[in-house]
């Protein structure tokens, strides 16, 4: 086990966590794209969607803490790597600094897109996902996704939400394609298809996830 | 024409540093940005003052001494040179520009615009050699490398250790410097015997001098003056990852 | 008395240094664990020696004034590597790289050394793949070669424009690996200051720290010097910026004789002087001249644009003068021609110290596409440094001070008139006589580090038991204090010159008279006008900062102070070698046509100087050349 504390403690190790997470994050969120679109069919749709997953309970308990651990460890790993770099830096910065003509303003600023989507993350635990297992019984999932109470109906979370995929776009339009680069497999030949996918995951998921409350809140919602 | 430099002056690692004002006249487009200080130099050690200390030797970017942060860029302004490379007719008449050492906590200041950069020379001592004894080796045809192997390598081979990838580097990471190393021996047979353990043991000292860890940002291949690629560092990846997951 | 003997080995020419290895004494392996040797100067000779040396068992103190080894001025070489592999089987072969180096040096020097070098070209090839040196290839997998000048063969081993760096990183390795192991103790930023000798034999040094000024003595059973060339005595050349004399020539004042200080190379391709604040000259390839044409305008005082110049005013003077070689024609002779044109007042550019290498023709014939593959880097640097399109307009070119043949004077086993004292590369003056052939640096700074010095260094070390001496010896102390005295003088002069000035003053009196071309007069002049120059120096220099802290004034005044003394040498050294033979030109001597005319009745000797007094003539010793397997004939590229 040695090997593997050396392993996950190396700056390469860490970056390699920092991608194996991502890269599973991402596939949640394919997931979870998936699931959302059901709101396009419907209540009936939509309801019975939820309801049968809440049907497979223990798995979905298993998935969801599997999902926690990613998270933890996406976002525990973020942490110390961006204060053990800042520390490379040492203690006078630069007075002058041209960053913009040498790196894309995604790839600086990670930290602060995660750290807003890790915000965003709790509310939206906080509202859709607790809302959902308290409110279990009623069955009424739809109403609440696209009501004005935590939902899309209200102004405020269709916003936050809209920034939130933003935000995520632009995390992603650097971290899906870094991850291949960690895994070393960016510049061979299978560079132009990773290109190619990577779109779909900085521009086209965010952009579906952002037509829901755009949908239902600016659209259907009316306010 | 006539420029002003905001310069960094420290006595030495011990005492702080501030920036110091000069206008230089009478500058010539075809002056070197070197040749600019030495002008300037030279008037300071007449007025009795002590000179600004940078580091500089070959003066036509290939030792590697040379290094300096121009107005925000590792090297100036221009891609694919050194400092000592850089003339003035990239200025103009009337500019301000702020010459700043390389920063970052493996690299510290000896004097003014110099540092310390000899983590890098810790880094080759882990492991940036195939180990083989004077006199034992095979002819050396013995064993054909494809071209497009030798160029390769070639690639990686020609960093010069300047250490722009980390003074441009937000994290202030070695990996392109490293990784170059690494690849030049991993994409060579002679290099094979050895594969696992240097590019494990190159990593560890790296993290050991207190470099940082890579984020991909792309800086350091922006502005390394030899245009060492960030296939490098992928290939540096891959091969840390190899090792440690090989028994 | 100074002794010569060269200690050449007996025996036919082809078996001399097989012989001598079998003769020589052995250290055995548990003894050599014992001995610490002294390794002033990693470049490509250094490293090479330090790593050898250390892998046999020898504690290694290596010193170098660089912050990295990787830093030394070999990491310039831009051309290539000679060996006698015959890889392309175009009738190559040991005794035809002997040759062509003893006559590309116009028999100037020992037969041995130079038989021995070609001998073992082939092992630094072997050695240099086997570390994972990235050598061109051909796309079959095999080594490529190339053609250089002075040489009817392809034997150039290289690494695009840059195998010198590829070499020395390879040296570079080797070292770090020993620095791993714990058998070579490396002192970055260190200059080596003096030489100690103690009971006749080199026994250590005295270095200061550059980062904090400390002094420090270092004891050791031999010293071994691979410093490299003197080259800035001109102050402007192709050598990196701090590339300095002080080591070779503490150790001349020392008791180490100076061989042939008057033999440097101009080299004829380089960037020219642009202007006043000018701080180094940078090399363009030797290679550019098998594809441009050199010329410079018919009438003097032709001030049109180059392009404006019709062909019929155009002199193309060394296609004109040297019809079978025409550009191809060795490096002194090119550099001697451009000269004697711009002399005319037929020099082109601003200053009219610079002629032509037009490309127009080989763009024309061949295409632009063609040209930037074969050069596109020196296009790009030349263009970086003139703001010209050399695409466009013809490049303008001038000689420049590039290499020093002569240097401390070395027998065969490499050990200098101190018994200890050894000498490697570019800092002695073994094999390449009066003028060098372009990649034959690289291959002997490599043939001293790796396949010689590791050799001969025990048959010294093994007639001389291991002693307890230490750095409380009254030398160590006596040396320490010296140099201490003299940092103290320096920094007492209280003038207002800088003495980056007064080293730009002592380079003009070299160029114009101990430069591309000597006579009496000249010579004469110069040594007036040195003496007088450091006498000023000494009463001028304003150096700031103290002692006891970074000051790289300070370094720089006491490598200057050395060229000032040194300088002295080589023009007496010229003036008193009254032949023209290679590099050294004395306009008294020349044939009718103005080539170079050699006087092997009288002058066929190295020319080995005794220190005695700054500012007294020193000593003349001869070692007599013995030419037993060469015919010496006069040299003809016409
Ligand atoms: C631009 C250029 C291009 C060239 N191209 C070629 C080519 O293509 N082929 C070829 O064969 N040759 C070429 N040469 C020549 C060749 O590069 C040199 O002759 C050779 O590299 C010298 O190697 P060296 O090891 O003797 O010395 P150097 O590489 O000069 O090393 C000297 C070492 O000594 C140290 N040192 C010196 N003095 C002190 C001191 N007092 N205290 C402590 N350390 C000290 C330095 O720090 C350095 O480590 C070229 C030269 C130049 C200038
Ligand atoms: C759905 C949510 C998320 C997804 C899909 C995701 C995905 C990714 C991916 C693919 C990477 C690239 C890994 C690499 O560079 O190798 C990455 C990096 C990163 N993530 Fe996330 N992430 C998410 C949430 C978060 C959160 C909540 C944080 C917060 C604190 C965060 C912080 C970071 C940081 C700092 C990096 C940068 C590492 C680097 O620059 O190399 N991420 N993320
Ligand atoms: S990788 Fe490039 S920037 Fe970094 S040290 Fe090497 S040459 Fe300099
Ligand atoms: S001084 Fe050598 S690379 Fe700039």
């Given at each position: 086990m040695n090997w593997f504390f050396q392993f996950m403690n190396s700056s390469v190790g860490k970056k390699i966590t920092m991608a194996t997470t991502g890269l599973l994050l991402c596939l949640y969120l394919v997931i979870h794209l998936f699931g959302n679109l059901f709101l396009y069919a419907g209540p009936e749709a939509f309801n019975l969607y939820v309801e049968r997953l809440s049907s497979l309970k223990p798995l979905v308990r298993v998935i969801e803490v599997i999902l926690t651990l990613i998270f933890v460890f996406h976002i525990w790993n973020a942490l110390r790597l961006t204060l053990a770099n800042r520390r490379s830096s040492g203690e006078i910065s630069y007075t002058?600094?041209?960053a913009h003509e040498v790196s894309a303003l995604s790839s600086r600023f990670m930290g602060v897109t995660g750290s807003i989507l890790f915000i965003f993350l709790v509310v939206h635990l906080q509202t859709i996902w607790y809302t959902f297992q308290t409110h279990h019984?009623?069955?009424?999932f739809y109403a609440v996704v696209t009501g004005n109470q935590v939902g899309f109906g209200n102004p405020v979370y269709a916003v936050f939400y809209l920034i939130a995929m933003f935000l995520l776009g632009f995390h992603l339009k650097h971290g899906f394609q870094s991850a291949f680069q960690t895994f070393g497999?960016?510049?061979?030949?299978?560079g132009k298809l990773i290109e190619a996918i990577a779109v779909i995951f900085w521009l086209i998921i965010p952009a579906t996830f952002a037509t829901i409350p755009i949908y239902f809140g600016f659209l259907k919602g009316g306010f | 024409m006539k420029v002003t430099l905001k310069v960094w002056r420290q006595k030495n690692g011990s005492t702080p540093g501030q920036f110091v004002s000069y206008e230089v006249d009478q500058?010539?487009?075809?002056?070197?940005f070197f040749e600019m200080l030495d002008m300037l130099n030279n008037s300071l050690v007449r007025k009795g003052e002590e000179p600004i200390s940078f580091d500089h030797d070959c003066?036509?970017?290939?030792?590697?001494?040379c290094g300096l942060m121009i107005n925000g860029r590792a090297h100036g302004?221009?891609?694919?040179?050194?400092t000592c490379q850089?003339?003035?007719?990239?200025f103009s008449d009337g500019d301000t520009i702020v010459v700043e050492p390389w920063r970052a906590r493996a690299f510290p200041?000896?004097?003014?615009l110099i540092v310390d950069r000899t983590a890098f020379d810790r880094i080759m001592e882990a492991?940036?050699?195939?180990?083989v004894r004077t006199g034992?080796?095979?002819?050396?045809?013995?064993i054909p490398i494809s071209k497009k192997a030798a160029d390769a390598a070639f690639d990686s081979a020609?960093?010069?250790?300047?250490?722009a990838c980390v003074a441009t580097c937000k994290n202030s990471s070695a990996m392109l410097f490293t990784a170059a190393k690494v690849s030049q021996f991993a994409?060579?047979?002679?290099?094979?015997?050895?594969r696992k353990e240097r590019v494990l043991n190159m990593v560890a000292q790296m993290d050991a001098e207190g470099f940082g860890a890579c984020t991909n940002t792309g800086a350091c291949e922006a502005e390394c003056p030899k245009e060492i690629s960030l296939v490098n560092i992928a290939r540096l990846n891959r091969e840390f990852l190899r090792a440690s997951l090989a028994g | 008395m100074m002794k010569f003997d060269a200690h050449i080995p007996d025996g036919p020419l082809a078996e001399k240094w097989t012989q001598h290895k079998f003769n020589l004494k052995l250290v055995n392996p548990a003894n050599k664990r014992k001995y610490t040797i002294i390794v002033v100067g990693t470049g490509l000779a250094g490293a090479s020696a330090a790593a050898t040396l250390a892998e046999l068992g020898y504690n290694i103190l290596a010193f170098s004034?660089?912050?990295?080894?990787?830093?030394?001025?070999?990491?310039?070489?831009?051309g290539g590597i000679n060996a006698a592999k015959n890889y392309p089987n175009d009738g190559d072969s040991i005794f035809r790289l002997f040759y062509d180096t003893i006559k590309g040096g116009d028999y100037r020097a020992r037969e041995a050394n130079v038989y021995r070098l070609a001998e073992v070209s082939n092992n630094i090839i072997d050695q240099c793949v086997a570390q994972g040196i990235p050598f061109a290839r051909e796309y079959g997998g095999l080594l490529d070669n190339r053609s250089f000048g002075g040489?009817?063969?392809?034997?150039t081993f290289y690494a695009k424009g840059q195998t010198g760096q590829q070499l020395l990183l390879g040296a570079y390795s080797a070292l770090v690996r020993q620095m791993h192991a714990g058998k070579v103790k490396f002192h970055p930023r260190?200059?080596?200051l003096d030489l100690v000798v103690v009971d006749g034999r080199a026994r250590g040094i005295i270095t200061r720290n550059?980062?904090?000024g400390e002094i420090t003595a270092h004891v050791a059973d031999a010293v071994i010097l691979a410093?490299?060339?003197?080259?800035?005595v001109f102050y402007?050349?192709?050598?990196?910026?701090?590339?300095?004399a002080t080591a070779s020539w503490r150790a001349h004042k020392r008791g180490a004789a100076f061989a042939n200080p008057c033999y440097t190379q101009i080299h004829p391709t380089c960037i020219p002087?642009?202007?006043?604040?000018?701080?180094k000259l940078t090399l363009m390839s030797e290679s550019l001249r098998n594809d441009g044409r050199v010329w410079v305008p018919k009438?003097?005082?032709?001030?049109?644009a180059p392009n404006d110049i019709p062909e019929e005013d155009r002199d193309y003077y060394l296609e004109r003068i040297y019809p079978s070689f025409g550009n191809l024609v060795p490096r002194d002779v090119a550099s001697r021609r451009a000269k004697a044109v711009c002399d005319e007042g037929r020099g082109v550019g601003a200053t009219g110290k610079a002629v032509y290498l037009d490309f127009a023709d080989v763009i024309q014939r061949n295409g632009r596409q063609w040209v930037e593959d074969k050069y596109g880097n020196l296009f790009d640097m030349y263009q970086q440094i003139t703001g010209e399109n050399p695409y466009e307009v013809p490049m303008r070119i001038y000689p420049a001070p590039h290499?020093?043949?002569?240097g401390l004077w070395v027998d065969y086993n490499l050990m200098?008139?101190?018994?200890g004292l050894f000498v490697l590369g570019e800092?002695?003056?073994?094999?390449?006589?009066a003028n060098r052939l372009g990649a034959s640096a690289l291959m002997q700074g490599l043939a001293d580090g790796y396949f010689v010095i590791p050799y001969t260094i025990g048959g010294y070390l093994a007639q001389k038991p291991h002693d307890s001496l230490d750095t409380s010896h009254e030398e160590f102390t006596k040396a320490r204090k010296g140099v201490e005295d003299s940092l103290k003088r320096l920094l007492s002069i209280?003038?207002?010159?800088?003495v980056e000035e007064l080293h730009k003053r002592l380079g003009r009196i070299l160029w114009d008279y101990v430069g591309m071309s000597r006579n009496r007069k000249g010579l004469e002049t110069a040594l007036k006008e040195i003496p007088a120059l450091r006498e000023e120096f000494w009463k001028k220099a304003r150096i700031p900062g103290?002692?006891?802290?970074?000051?790289p004034e300070l370094e720089k005044a006491s490598r200057v102070a050395d060229f000032m003394e040194l300088a002295e040498l080589m023009a007496q050294d010229a003036l008193h070698r009254e032949e023209s033979c290679g590099a050294h030109?004395?306009?008294?001597?020349?044939?009718?046509?103005?080539e170079a005319k050699r006087d092997d009745e009288h002058f066929a000797y190295s020319a080995n100087w005794e220190f005695v007094e700054v500012g007294k003539p020193e000593i003349l010793h001869k070692e007599e050349l013995v030419f037993e397997n060469v015919q010496l004939t006069t040299r003809s590229y016409k």
């Amino acid at each position: 086990m040695n090997w593997f504390f050396q392993f996950m403690n190396s700056s390469v190790g860490k970056k390699i966590t920092m991608a194996t997470t991502g890269l599973l994050l991402c596939l949640y969120l394919v997931i979870h794209l998936f699931g959302n679109l059901f709101l396009y069919a419907g209540p009936e749709a939509f309801n019975l969607y939820v309801e049968r997953l809440s049907s497979l309970k223990p798995l979905v308990r298993v998935i969801e803490v599997i999902l926690t651990l990613i998270f933890v460890f996406h976002i525990w790993n973020a942490l110390r790597l961006t204060l053990a770099n800042r520390r490379s830096s040492g203690e006078i910065s630069y007075t002058e600094y041209q960053a913009h003509e040498v790196s894309a303003l995604s790839s600086r600023f990670m930290g602060v897109t995660g750290s807003i989507l890790f915000i965003f993350l709790v509310v939206h635990l906080q509202t859709i996902w607790y809302t959902f297992q308290t409110h279990h019984q009623e069955g009424q999932f739809y109403a609440v996704v696209t009501g004005n109470q935590v939902g899309f109906g209200n102004p405020v979370y269709a916003v936050f939400y809209l920034i939130a995929m933003f935000l995520l776009g632009f995390h992603l339009k650097h971290g899906f394609q870094s991850a291949f680069q960690t895994f070393g497999i960016r510049y061979n030949k299978y560079g132009k298809l990773i290109e190619a996918i990577a779109v779909i995951f900085w521009l086209i998921i965010p952009a579906t996830f952002a037509t829901i409350p755009i949908y239902f809140g600016f659209l259907k919602g009316g306010f | 024409m006539k420029v002003t430099l905001k310069v960094w002056r420290q006595k030495n690692g011990s005492t702080p540093g501030q920036f110091v004002s000069y206008e230089v006249d009478q500058v010539s487009e075809d002056m070197s940005f070197f040749e600019m200080l030495d002008m300037l130099n030279n008037s300071l050690v007449r007025k009795g003052e002590e000179p600004i200390s940078f580091d500089h030797d070959c003066r036509e970017g290939i030792c590697g001494t040379c290094g300096l942060m121009i107005n925000g860029r590792a090297h100036g302004p221009l891609k694919g040179v050194t400092t000592c490379q850089l003339h003035m007719r990239s200025f103009s008449d009337g500019d301000t520009i702020v010459v700043e050492p390389w920063r970052a906590r493996a690299f510290p200041v000896i004097r003014d615009l110099i540092v310390d950069r000899t983590a890098f020379d810790r880094i080759m001592e882990a492991g940036g050699y195939i180990s083989v004894r004077t006199g034992g080796a095979p002819d050396a045809n013995a064993i054909p490398i494809s071209k497009k192997a030798a160029d390769a390598a070639f690639d990686s081979a020609a960093c010069i250790g300047c250490g722009a990838c980390v003074a441009t580097c937000k994290n202030s990471s070695a990996m392109l410097f490293t990784a170059a190393k690494v690849s030049q021996f991993a994409v060579l047979p002679q290099g094979q015997v050895e594969r696992k353990e240097r590019v494990l043991n190159m990593v560890a000292q790296m993290d050991a001098e207190g470099f940082g860890a890579c984020t991909n940002t792309g800086a350091c291949e922006a502005e390394c003056p030899k245009e060492i690629s960030l296939v490098n560092i992928a290939r540096l990846n891959r091969e840390f990852l190899r090792a440690s997951l090989a028994g | 008395m100074m002794k010569f003997d060269a200690h050449i080995p007996d025996g036919p020419l082809a078996e001399k240094w097989t012989q001598h290895k079998f003769n020589l004494k052995l250290v055995n392996p548990a003894n050599k664990r014992k001995y610490t040797i002294i390794v002033v100067g990693t470049g490509l000779a250094g490293a090479s020696a330090a790593a050898t040396l250390a892998e046999l068992g020898y504690n290694i103190l290596a010193f170098s004034y660089h912050e990295s080894p990787r830093r030394a001025h070999s990491i310039a070489a831009q051309g290539g590597i000679n060996a006698a592999k015959n890889y392309p089987n175009d009738g190559d072969s040991i005794f035809r790289l002997f040759y062509d180096t003893i006559k590309g040096g116009d028999y100037r020097a020992r037969e041995a050394n130079v038989y021995r070098l070609a001998e073992v070209s082939n092992n630094i090839i072997d050695q240099c793949v086997a570390q994972g040196i990235p050598f061109a290839r051909e796309y079959g997998g095999l080594l490529d070669n190339r053609s250089f000048g002075g040489a009817q063969v392809s034997r150039t081993f290289y690494a695009k424009g840059q195998t010198g760096q590829q070499l020395l990183l390879g040296a570079y390795s080797a070292l770090v690996r020993q620095m791993h192991a714990g058998k070579v103790k490396f002192h970055p930023r260190h200059d080596m200051l003096d030489l100690v000798v103690v009971d006749g034999r080199a026994r250590g040094i005295i270095t200061r720290n550059l980062v904090t000024g400390e002094i420090t003595a270092h004891v050791a059973d031999a010293v071994i010097l691979a410093t490299g060339g003197y080259a800035n005595v001109f102050y402007l050349s192709t050598n990196a910026m701090a590339s300095n004399a002080t080591a070779s020539w503490r150790a001349h004042k020392r008791g180490a004789a100076f061989a042939n200080p008057c033999y440097t190379q101009i080299h004829p391709t380089c960037i020219p002087v642009s202007s006043e604040h000018q701080s180094k000259l940078t090399l363009m390839s030797e290679s550019l001249r098998n594809d441009g044409r050199v010329w410079v305008p018919k009438n003097p005082g032709d001030t049109r644009a180059p392009n404006d110049i019709p062909e019929e005013d155009r002199d193309y003077y060394l296609e004109r003068i040297y019809p079978s070689f025409g550009n191809l024609v060795p490096r002194d002779v090119a550099s001697r021609r451009a000269k004697a044109v711009c002399d005319e007042g037929r020099g082109v550019g601003a200053t009219g110290k610079a002629v032509y290498l037009d490309f127009a023709d080989v763009i024309q014939r061949n295409g632009r596409q063609w040209v930037e593959d074969k050069y596109g880097n020196l296009f790009d640097m030349y263009q970086q440094i003139t703001g010209e399109n050399p695409y466009e307009v013809p490049m303008r070119i001038y000689p420049a001070p590039h290499y020093t043949m002569g240097g401390l004077w070395v027998d065969y086993n490499l050990m200098s008139t101190i018994p200890g004292l050894f000498v490697l590369g570019e800092a002695n003056f073994s094999d390449h006589g009066a003028n060098r052939l372009g990649a034959s640096a690289l291959m002997q700074g490599l043939a001293d580090g790796y396949f010689v010095i590791p050799y001969t260094i025990g048959g010294y070390l093994a007639q001389k038991p291991h002693d307890s001496l230490d750095t409380s010896h009254e030398e160590f102390t006596k040396a320490r204090k010296g140099v201490e005295d003299s940092l103290k003088r320096l920094l007492s002069i209280q003038g207002d010159e800088p003495v980056e000035e007064l080293h730009k003053r002592l380079g003009r009196i070299l160029w114009d008279y101990v430069g591309m071309s000597r006579n009496r007069k000249g010579l004469e002049t110069a040594l007036k006008e040195i003496p007088a120059l450091r006498e000023e120096f000494w009463k001028k220099a304003r150096i700031p900062g103290r002692e006891d802290e970074f000051n790289p004034e300070l370094e720089k005044a006491s490598r200057v102070a050395d060229f000032m003394e040194l300088a002295e040498l080589m023009a007496q050294d010229a003036l008193h070698r009254e032949e023209s033979c290679g590099a050294h030109f004395r306009e008294e001597y020349q044939t009718e046509e103005n080539e170079a005319k050699r006087d092997d009745e009288h002058f066929a000797y190295s020319a080995n100087w005794e220190f005695v007094e700054v500012g007294k003539p020193e000593i003349l010793h001869k070692e007599e050349l013995v030419f037993e397997n060469v015919q010496l004939t006069t040299r003809s590229y016409k």
